[in-house]
């Protein structure tokens, strides 16, 4: 059961424009939402999180929306720069959804120069 | 910085032979877990551990995996019979506290190849 959902596995864009990465969840426990990038043969670093009492989390070149009602959220990256060419994952916990983080199956953004 | 570290970074292992991947979490954090991804797929759950003991384990996780805290610092899992199917990167990681609003530090990952 994947209940959370990352439906693009690729995403190329141009140097300078805007990345969007969307994740799709299906738990409404879900309450706590996180956004990882990972590069090839190095473990995921976090990037960004967001809770449920929030819709919109800013921190530098990133940007995290969340609706609720949607159970969406993503992650926009501007401007894009080559050096955040990597996989993102998103991850969500919940009180009551156990102790682990459930991750998506990725997007590997690639920015063109 | 502090930062989880794991070793070896790559295992290579004869089917049925037991492997032991290990783990050095932040120092101060308390909730320990592993993950493993197959290569092309998600991020899986395997197991999370606190105050010495198993607090949630995953499907995946079945009696030939166990997990260990040694002594202060490490943070052991072991897989006792390897599968073929068991090759994939194997990431630590450590939180503070709970899942709950607190973001997980990741290990640069194990890569276990079983032959």
């Known amino acids: 059961d994947q209940q959370v959902k990352q439906n693009s596995p690729s995403l190329s864009v141009q140097e300078g424009r805007i990345s969007i990465l969307n994740c799709d969840y299906t738990n409404s426990m879900f309450d706590y939402f996180l956004w990882y990038k990972k590069y090839p043969a190095e473990g995921p670093t976090f990037l960004i999180s967001?809770?449920?009492?929030?819709d919109k989390n800013e921190d530098g070149r990133f940007t995290v929306f969340l609706n609720k009602s949607a159970k969406h959220l993503s992650l926009h990256i501007v401007p894009s720069q080559p050096g955040d060419s990597a996989v993102y994952f998103c991850a969500a916990s919940g009180p009551l959804t156990g102790n682990q983080f459930y991750f998506g199956t990725g997007t590997s953004l690639t920015v063109i120069p | 910085e502090p930062e989880v570290t794991q070793t070896p970074s790559h295992q290579v292992t004869q089917m049925g032979q037991e492997v032991i991947l290990r783990c050095v979490p932040i120092s101060n954090h308390l909730y320990f877990y592993w993950y493993r991804q197959i290569l092309g797929q998600k991020v899986e759950f395997l197991v999370s551990?606190?105050?010495?003991?198993?607090?949630?384990k995953s499907e995946i996780f079945d009696d030939q995996f166990s997990v260990e805290r040694p002594d202060g610092s490490n943070f052991t899992l072991k897989i006792r019979s390897t599968k073929l199917e068991d090759s994939a990167m194997y990431f630590c990681?450590?939180?503070?506290?709970?899942?709950?609003?607190?973001?997980?530090?990741f290990g640069p990952g194990t890569r276990l190849t079983v032959l």
């Open positions: 990681a450590s939180t503070i506290g709970s899942v709950s609003y607190n973001e997980q530090f």
């Open positions: 967001i809770s449920s009492i929030k």
């Open positions: 551990f606190y105050n010495n003991e198993i607090s949630e």
